[in-house]
């Protein structure tokens, strides 16, 4: 495990299961070893059955900046086939027990795509939300170019994923990309008391009604693998190469 995801259990009987990132300096870039920290809890506390609702938070002025870039062009270079990336997406797409978030600040890339697998979140006003993939020259993840069209409507969802237009807390909340806009010293408690109020229901049917209202787990885990696919062929691209030389000659 990694200290920059910190777990713990909350609530009454241990009945959160808590993931938070903790890597403020980068603003919680995610690294290969986090995704494979957050994998593993996430499959922990499916398997716990004190466990009723998960959490997952950031840090102040973070939710995530998306992947780390070093880790990154790791597996754009070879070095690593991302299997840490694709068995968080997986446990993040098999949840059985509801998944409550919370967003302060930046929600890049993954940190966009995540709420999409989310049951509630919540986010401060200063929150944006963004997926630059085309930019770089890659495509959607996540199983994102299936869950946003079905949340948001396709224009919405295509200026989000294709066009890469940032979307701030309020246009999230009216798209359907997260479900409440509340103050920065209101976050957590915003979010554990709604995690807290579904950890007290009934569990089956809280399990029956949030798989009746959700797409098919196995279809969008189809939809994760089909994106990973594309987005690994896209790495290896002329025009990721010259989107990527680009992007770093900017960071100097």
Not at 58 to 71: R, Y
Not at 133 to 139: I, T
Not at 160 to 176: D, I, K, V
Request: glycine share 8%.
């Amino acid at each position: 495990m990694t200290d920059h995801i910190l777990t713990e259990r909350a609530g009454d009987a241990g009945a959160l299961n808590v993931i938070r990132f903790n890597r403020p300096d980068k603003k919680n870039a995610i690294t290969r070893a986090m995704y494979q920290a957050m994998a593993e809890a996430l499959t922990d506390g499916e398997a716990d059955a004190s466990v009723r609702a998960h959490v997952m938070l950031g840090t102040p002025g973070a939710f995530s900046s998306g992947n780390d870039l070093q880790d990154f062009m790791a597996v754009a270079m070879g070095a690593s086939n991302g299997a840490e990336v694709t068995d968080f997406l997986l446990a993040l797409a098999r949840l059985t027990k509801p998944l409550v978030s919370g967003v302060d600040g930046l929600a890049i890339g993954i940190g966009t795509t995540i709420q999409m697998h989310c049951d509630l979140t919540f986010a401060t006003p200063g929150s944006r939300f963004h997926t630059p993939f085309v930019d770089l020259a890659l495509v959607p993840e996540a199983g994102s170019s299936l869950l946003a069209p079905a949340i948001m409507g396709h224009q919405k969802a295509f200026a989000l994923l294709a066009a890469g237009h940032p979307f701030s807390a309020e246009e999230a909340e009216c798209a359907g990309l997260i479900f409440r806009v509340v103050d920065a010293d209101a976050l957590e408690s915003a979010v554990f008391e709604a995690a807290s109020a579904l950890a007290a229901k009934p569990p089956q049917a809280l399990a029956i009604a949030r798989r009746l209202v959700k797409p098919d787990p196995e279809t969008v885990v189809a939809r994760i693998r089909e994106e990973g696919a594309l987005f690994a062929s896209q790495l290896k691209s002329a025009e990721a190469l010259a989107a990527f030389q680009a992007f770093m000659a900017r960071k100097k």
